[in-house]
């Protein structure tokens, strides 16, 4: 996830090493920098907001501003899916368009991802009163769901708590300037370094990590999402016989209430699951980054705006003035 090691001073272009058959293609456009991988995927998440296909346009994958707002009020009764403070539900949002602000060497946060992105955060966001309660995640009735934004979900996730109206569903991306679509976090990746006298046999051994019987295992034993879409399909088809297997177990001992409080499946599941969770991860269209010094340097001045303080002209100039002080410092 950092992003300031995407240079080939640190690690091989593993674009046209790999072989692309069979992996999920818009998790290696995702993973590109200035048309390279630096960093190459073998296993992801999804990150973005559940909700119905129905609340949101046809063919709607992301937010603008205006839309989440409008958002917010209609099918969501007022309540932000985030449901966060003025300073994470930047940071969460910004994430989705930091890759524009900064290349690892240089930093600009006078743009208008940014400035929209603080305005409308400034504007309508209020922090929340502090909240102990304890959250379970458990299954989510149809009649009562609400649209939530969910960090680093997958297939388990998915089945477990939305199991009988998958296909009504559709993750999008957080708010962002252009309505940017749902983001993937890399829960695994491999990068050979450049200084290498090994290359032939450490590419031996990526295709070793993306053999089908490894890229299964990565999600049997995590929960991950392969990025060969074999591995993911045999492991997808398993866990639903896997869940139906169950349900037929233990279905005539318990009532649906005690199934559900003992964590077994509640109902069978149709295989077409599978491809509707695929169809929901194939429109996350960008990578989750991060300069963690970057992002101190932001929040930490920031918050200057938020109370009127300083405008956010003032803001910006100091943090990009930080920003360079910080990269220039570390060359």
């Not at 949101?56 to 958002?71: I, L, M, N, R």
């Not at 016989?241 to 559900?260: A, G, I, M, Q, S």
């Not at 100039?317 to 990269?327: C, G, H, M, V």
């Amino acid at each position: 996830r950092f992003s300031n090691l995407n240079s080939g001073e640190c690690f091989i272009d593993l674009k046209n090493e790999i072989s692309s058959d069979d992996l999920f293609a818009n998790v290696l456009a995702a993973s590109e920098t200035d048309g390279k991988i630096y960093q190459f995927p073998l296993a992801v998440k999804a990150i973005g907001i559940i909700a119905r296909k129905s609340d949101v346009g046809a063919d709607q994958y992301g937010f603008t501003f205006k839309q989440y707002k409008e958002f917010v009020k209609g099918p969501c009764n007022g309540k932000d899916p985030l449901d966060t403070t003025q300073l994470i539900f930047l940071e969460t949002c910004m994430r989705s368009v930091q890759s524009g602000m900064t290349d690892g060497k240089n930093a600009n946060f006078d743009n208008e991802d940014f400035r929209d992105l603080a305005e409308y955060t400034a504007q309508n966001i209020i922090d929340p009163a502090p909240n102990n309660e304890v959250i379970w995640v458990e299954p989510v009735d149809s009649k009562s769901f609400a649209p939530t934004y969910n960090e680093f979900f997958g297939f388990p996730y998915l089945i477990y708590c939305y199991a009988d109206y998958i296909s009504d569903l559709r993750v999008l991306g957080v708010p962002t300037r252009e309505g940017k679509g749902p983001t993937l976090s890399v829960d695994s990746s491999v990068a050979i370094s450049a200084h290498t006298k090994e290359k032939d046999a450490c590419i031996t051994f990526v295709n070793v990590l993306l053999s089908e019987n490894i890229q299964y295992d990565y999600a049997y034993g995590e929960g991950y999402t392969p990025v060969r879409k074999t591995a993911f399909e045999k492991y997808g088809y398993d866990t639903v016989d896997e869940v139906n297997k169950t349900y037929e177990r233990y279905k005539e001992f318990y009532e649906p209430e005690e199934l559900k409080e003992y964590g077994y499946p509640m109902h069978t599941l149709d295989r077409s699951v599978v491809s509707d969770y695929e169809t929901m991860i194939g429109y996350c269209d960008s990578i989750l980054t991060s300069d963690s010094a970057l992002d101190m340097i932001v929040k930490e001045e920031i918050p200057a705006y938020f109370a009127g303080q300083k405008s956010l002209d003032e803001v910006i100039k100091i943090i990009n003035d930080r920003a360079k002080t910080y990269l220039n410092e570390r060359g």
